[in-house]
Structures are given as structure tokens and as C-alpha cells.
């Protein structure tokens, strides 16, 4: 189902004019801002369809920067986020994309610092809801309206078993999974969305399992 | 959530002898792991917000962020309570407070969308206005909008609830059925009466698209929220009345979705038609834009 509970039709609570192209704008910075895991020194964020034929007028780009600053949908600091990003050191380009995304409300965003880089494709799809649709060029489905274990690793007999086993030791279940690779053998990303926050000791079981190479949590349903 | 259609939705209440809104109140709670009495709190605060953005709107003359809308809803307001409106009283009340989010939406305000900010005035206008209207407290307020997110989540999974998606039939549409639904439980209304409401009211705006000029969720989503709140109490006296919907509510839904999987990009948001491309559209949207410069 892409609208899990009452919440993703009576709210959220935000900040206007618009539920996909402010609220769920402000949610895929967000989401690519904890995929990131940190404030990124560069944004480079591609607009498609119509967030790109009218993102100026429903503040999209003030949206995504707040998202990439970590607000919530009803921040009232909203309606400055691109000087506050601006302020922070925070530098974002906006571009618009050639042709439809997927999704008539798609975005494409690229973060880096002096330290590493990622990559995130969202869409907006109606009421401020989200689906993170790509993360590093792998294929993925997930909301971040549950905590989400992003995890990339060597494509091997055995990483889901012993993945969704320490998983399942922690006392976490698991709502949705999805798998994907690059080739045979190449590099794999596997996103588990699951029922409750993430105790930080699973995180770092999760980082010792062999062959995973990087993890990622991203959760919208949490303050930080 | 033990339901994807309406008539499931009804059928397990009234097998079950409970409302819509006792029903989803326990289904979330069962969704989300958590206390009942958390989602009710939250529900609760976003009640008071919506009334919060009610009062803001016909009490200030509230501005829309582009300059091109605002101040109506107080007019709208002044004029319910002056004049004798010709839809009555209580529906030019309704119709006042849905144009006053609305505004507020518009303005970079705070609200709740529902189910999205294109059609945040809708339930409130209707909600707000017969809590005073019928003397009803918070609490049933708060059932109310579990029970309108019951009909919003049949809605939003079989059809559409975005403008870019399924036009301004999805967005408006759906939070009319929404209210209407919501407001014959409230009234008293069986949940098979509830689901009757929906199908009365989503017929009528079948079709609709989405044609905001300059891109702004102004012209005509504003009008389009004040009218929507008066044509959701009409629906939900229809229902209470014991019409009936003679095309069953889940068939209407799935023509929502029929009709907004081939509405021409044209009219999915995009501004490039409708209302948006009319002379005084685009004279509109040009001087917008030279003003950002």
C-alpha cells in the first residue's frame, strides 16, 4: 500500500502552500540529508516534471533546503531555509531535469563533502508522502515514514540471512525488504524498513556482518 | 489496516458494531505499534492547529506569498454574519472558514493537509463550523478526523489523493467525500450511510483538473476549497436523508482513477492549460514572474 496509516491523510502538520511540493519536498531533502548522515557542504538537486515546471512559486527549492537542513514539515523557518543554507555554508544548485522523472513529481539529489558522497532520487506522492525511489544508482521503494536500514554490501550467498538474523535479535521485525545489485557477484543494496527505532548496538552489529561495506538509516519518524 | 475498500470499511463495523472512527482509531494503533491514546493526542493538536488557522484567516487580513489572493474569507466571514447569505447561514460559515486555511496556506502559513494542502480548507470548514453549530467538544472533533482518514486512506490506495497524479478530482474530491463521509457519522449516520455520502459526493467532481495559475495553489484552489466545504454538507444530506449512491462508492473511486491515469499532463498541475493558460492566466503568471527578477 503507498498510504500506510491515518496519518498519511490527515497531515502532516506544515508549513504551505503546497503537500507534494513543499511538505514532500522538505521530506526528500530530509531523507537524503540521513542517508548522508550529516550536513553536506554540496547540493546539487535536479527537478522533474511538475516540481520543475513550478517549483519557484511553491517554494520547492526553500523546501528541499530545509529538508537538507534537517527541519520538519512545519518548521516555521521554512520560508528562509535557502539563506539560512546559504548562512551555514551550505552551498545548493538547483537544476530542472530533461523530460518526466518517473513520477510527475520527481527530485534528484547529490550531496558531498570533503569526506564521501551520495545520491537520492525521491518522488512526491500526494498529502507531503514520499518514496525514495534510488539511492547510489541502486533501484529501491522505501518512505522513510518507518526507520530504514540502508545497507550496502558484496553481493554473496548469505548477507540477507545473516543480516535479517541480527535484525530479528535485536527484536526488530521487519515490515518491507527490497534487494538489489549491480551484477553478479558485484555490489548489492538491501533497505529494511522496521516496526521501531534502531538500538545504536545493532547498527554497529550490522557493520561488523562480513562483506557489508556501508550502512545508512534513514527515518523520518524521529526528531534527529 | 483489516479494510482496502469502503463497503469492507463498513462491513466490519457493522459486523462489529462500531464506528468508522472507532474502528480506525484501533487500526492505527494496531498499524503503529502504539497506544491508541498517542495517535488521539496527535490527532488532537492537529485539531487545534486547524482551528488555529480557521481563526487566523478571518480575523487578519491574511496575504497569499505571491500577493495575489488573500482577504476574502474575512469578507466572506463579515458578510455570513451581516448579510443573509443564500445558501443559509451555517454553510456561508463552513464555506468562510475552508477559504480562511486556504489563505493561510497560501501565505506560507501553518496547516493540516487533508488530505493535502491544495485541499486543506475542506474539513475544517466543515468540521470547525458544525462544532459550533451543534455545541459538539474536541473529542468528537478528533473521532471525526479518524473517521474522514478511514475514507482519505481507501481513497489515496485505490485512486489518487495528488493533483499531479489525478487532477484537482483527487485533492478536492477526495477531501469533500472526506467531509461529507465524516460529517454523517458525526451526525448520527450508519457507517453504510458514511460510505453513500463518499459516492454522492465524489461523483460531483469527477473530471475536475488541476489548473493553478502561475503554479500557485491560489487561483482556483481557494474558491475551489470554500465551495467544496458547502457541496460536502449537501452531500452528507443527501446521505442522511437515505439517498443512496445507485454506482457503488468503490466503483466511483475506481473512475477517479480512470479518469486521472488519462488526464492529459496538460491538466495534472503542470499549469500548462485550464485556468492556467487563459489571457488573464498567463498575464498573471508573467507578471509573477518579472517580479521575482
Known amino acids: ?224 | 489496516m483489516r479494510f482496502q475498500t469502503l463497503r469492507q470499511l463498513a462491513e466490519l463495523c457493522e459486523r462489529e458494531s462500531k464506528t468508522i472512527a472507532a474502528l480506525m482509531t484501533e487500526e492505527q494503533a494496531q498499524e503503529s505499534g502504539e497506544p491508541a491514546e498517542k495517535a488521539i493526542g496527535r490527532m488532537t493538536e492537529y485539531y487545534r492547529i486547524m482551528k488555529e488557522a480557521v481563526r487566523k484567516g478571518i480575523t487578519e487580513n491574511v496575504v497569499s506569498h505571491s500577493g495575489l489572493t488573500g482577504g476574502d474569507a474575512k469578507k466572506v466571514a463579515d458578510y455570513a454574519a451581516n448579510g443573509e447569505p443564500s445558501v443559509g447561514e451555517w454553510p456561508a460559515k463552513a464555506m468562510a472558514y475552508a477559504l480562511s486555511v486556504s489563505e493561510v496556506n497560501a501565505s506560507m502559513g501553518r496547516i493540516i493537509a487533508t488530505p493535502t494542502a491544495g485541499s486543506c480548507g475542506i474539513l475544517p470548514g466543515v468540521l470547525v463550523s458544525s462544532q459550533e453549530r451543534y455545541g459538539w467538544d474536541d473529542d468528537k472533533m478528533v473521532q471525526g478526523l479518524f473517521c474522514a482518514g478511514a475514507i482519505g486512506y481507501v481513497i489515496a490506495n485505490n485512486s489518487f489523493i495528488s493533483g499531479a497524479e489525478g487532477g484537482c478530482q483527487a485533492e478536492i474530491g477526495s477531501a469533500i467525500g472526506m467531509a461529507a463521509g465524516c460529517l454523517v457519522e458525526l451526525r448520527g449516520g450508519s457507517p453504510t450511510q458514511v460510505i453513500h455520502g463518499v459516492g454522492l459526493a465524489l461523483k460531483n467532481t469527477l473530471g475536475l483538473i488541476c489548473d493553478p495559475v502561475a503554479g500557485l495553489v491560489e487561483v482556483p484552489c481557494i474558491v475551489r476549497n470554500g465551495l467544496g466545504a458547502v457541496n460536502a454538507l449537501a452531500a452528507a444530506d443527501m446521505a442522511l436523508a437515505g439517498m443512496r449512491s445507485v454506482i457503488p462508492s468503490d466503483e466511483v473511486i475506481g473512475v477517479m482513477r480512470e479518469i486521472g491515469g488519462t488526464m492529459p499532463m496538460e491538466h495534472r498541475e503542470t499549469a500548462l492549460g485550464g485556468l492556467a493558460q487563459t489571457p488573464t492566466g498567463r498575464k498573471l503568471a508573467e507578471q509573477l514572474r518579472q517580479e521575482q527578477r
Do not use: W
Not at chain 1, 503537500?19 to 514532500?24: D, F, L
Not at chain 1, 529501491?140 to 550496502?152: A, D, E, R
Open chain 1, 1 to 224: 500500500m503507498r498510504f500506510k496509516d491515518v496519518f498519511s491523510i490527515i497531515g502532516p502538520a506544515m508549513i504551505g502552500p503546497s503537500s507534494s511540493h513543499t511538505a514532500g519536498a522538505v521530506r526528500i531533502g530530509r531523507a537524503a540529508r540521513r542517508l548522508f548522515g550529516r550536513q553536506p557542504a554540496e547540493a546539487v538537486v535536479t527537478l522533474y516534471g511538475s516540481f520543475a515546471e513550478t517549483y519557484a512559486g511553491h517554494g520547492t527549492d526553500r523546501a528541499i533546503a530545509g529538508g537538507l537542513l534537517d527541519y520538519d514539515t512545519d518548521d516555521v523557518r521554512l520560508p528562509n531555509a535557502l539563506e539560512e543554507a546559504e548562512r551555514q555554508g551550505l552551498r545548493i544548485s538547483f537544476r530542472t531535469g530533461v523530460g518526466m522523472g518517473p513520477h510527475p513529481n520527481y527530485a534528484r539529489i547529490e550531496l558531498r563533502d570533503e569526506h564521501g558522497t551520495a545520491e537520492m532520487s525521491g518522488a512526491s506522492i500526494g498529502g507531503g508522502n514520499i518514496q525514495v525511489v534510488s539511492i547510489n544508482g541502486f533501484d529501491v521503494g522505501c518512505s522513510g515514514m518507518y526507520p530504514t536500514l540502508v545497507v550496502t554490501a558484496a553481493d554473496r550467498q548469505g548477507v540477507l540471512a545473516s543480516l535479517t538474523r541480527v535484525v530479528s535479535d535485536a527484536g526488530l521485525n521487519i515490515g518491507y525488504m527490497m534487494v538489489d545489485r549491480k551484477a553478479r557477484d558485484g555490489e548489492a543494496m538491501t533497505v529494511i524498513e522496521v516496526d521501531a527505532r534502531p538500538p545504536e548496538t545493532l547498527l554497529q552489529e550490522v557493520r561488523r556482518l562480513p562483506h557489508v561495506t556501508e550502512l545508512a538509516v534513514i527515518d523520518l519518524t524521529s526528531g534527529s
